[in-house]
């Protein structure tokens, strides 16, 4: 039982790898993405399996209201 308890995570692992490089190998990437180098120093992402339709990005929070301003005590 002993032996069953240490093996098997070992084995789980073994087979989830496995599964990652066939799944990557698989992928059918028709050009591998890069980085290109912008003129501004900045640089870009060039080719791969994902087109930007296929990412979704949620529109930026509007900024917070800001809170009313209570009146100062005078010190008379």
């Keep these: 039982m002993t032996r069953l308890r240490t093996t098997a995570p070992l084995l789980v692992a073994a087979g989830l790898a496995a599964l990652a490089v066939v799944t990557v190998r698989t992928?059918?990437?028709?050009?591998?993405?890069?980085?290109?180098?912008l003129p501004d120093g900045g640089s870009v992402l060039v080719?791969?399996?994902?087109?930007?339709?296929?990412?979704?990005?949620p529109p930026s929070p509007a900024p917070p209201a800001a809170a009313p301003e209570a009146p100062v005590p005078s010190r008379s």
């Excluded at 059918?28 to 180098?37: Q, V």
């Excluded at 080719?47 to 979704?56: K, S, T, V």
């Design 27 to 37: 992928a059918g990437c028709d050009e591998p993405a890069h980085y290109a180098l």
């Design 47 to 57: 080719g791969g399996c994902i087109e930007p339709g296929d990412l979704i990005v």
